[in-house]
């Protein structure tokens, strides 16, 4: 079975850019998380879906970040201008809301801004 | 609040030693989720173990073991017999029943030397 896609994996971009970071979770599985690793903040939850409706975005830095998921198999997580600050391992998770509860993540996209 | 706590930041062990990781967690909630991962050099997230506030039982997985205790409220991960291919960062994180985010602790490093 194929896990958690995540695109690109890597992520060089200016100061300034547009980056979109894209997912695509297990298939069945109805919830969506996005986190974001650094090493002064460790891992922190940004935002994420049920059924593809947002239902907790307070982890969001501010509104330079926004992330969407047009239908159950692909959400993206958009970034737009840019900083240097922004640079990160962009993690996104899926779960079947079943009692299992567990999250599966991705392989990361690892972001740098210049 | 919730909050986990992995006071160890690094260990270094060599090859065959046992090596516990600590993790402490709170939480004001009845029903809860404790869930260890572990994020080898490659830099994915991988599953370990789910246990439920209600199961106290501890597990064994072949060289890994884990201890829950309520009443300390840890959850410590044993590996015996390291091999450096044990080698990576481990998180501890802890999820409410009442939502769907997991809350990370701030991870150990552990280095298996040959």
């Known amino acids: 079975d194929a896990g958690v896609i995540q695109s690109p994996r890597h992520e060089v971009t200016e100061m300034g850019q547009e980056v979109t970071l894209r997912c695509k979770p297990i298939?069945?599985?109805?919830?969506l998380f996005w986190y974001r690793q650094t090493m002064m903040r460790g891992l922190e939850l940004l935002i994420y879906?049920?059924?593809?409706?947002?239902?907790?975005d307070s982890g969001m830095p501010e509104d330079r970040f926004s992330a969407k998921m047009p239908n159950a198999s692909f959400s993206t997580l958009k970034i737009q201008p840019s900083e240097p600050r922004d640079s990160a391992v962009y993690f996104c998770?899926?779960?079947?809301?079943?009692?299992?509860?567990?999250?599966?993540f991705g392989p990361g996209t690892r972001l740098t801004v210049l | 609040a919730q909050k986990v706590t992995q006071a160890q930041t690094e260990i270094s062990v060599v090859e065959k030693e046992d090596v516990t990781l600590d993790c402490v967690y709170e939480?004001?909630?009845?029903?809860?989720?404790l869930f260890w991962y572990k994020q080898p050099p490659s830099g994915e997230l991988v599953f370990l173990i789910r246990?439920?506030?209600?199961?106290?039982q501890n597990e064994i997985s072949g060289r890994y073991s884990w201890n829950f205790q309520k009443s300390t409220s840890s959850f410590n991960f044993t590996i015996t017999a390291s091999q450096v291919v044990d080698s990576a960062v481990y998180f501890c994180?802890?999820?409410?029943?009442?939502?769907?985010?997991?809350?990370f602790g701030q991870g150990t490093t552990l280095q298996v030397k040959p």
């Open positions: 998770a899926s779960k079947r809301g079943t009692s299992t509860d567990t999250q599966y």
């Open positions: 298939s069945g599985h109805d919830y």
């Open positions: 939480t004001r909630d009845t029903t809860y989720y």
């Open positions: 879906f049920n059924n593809n409706v947002p239902i907790d």
């Open positions: 246990r439920n506030s209600f199961d106290e």
């Open positions: 994180a802890l999820r409410s029943s009442n939502t769907g985010k997991l809350i």
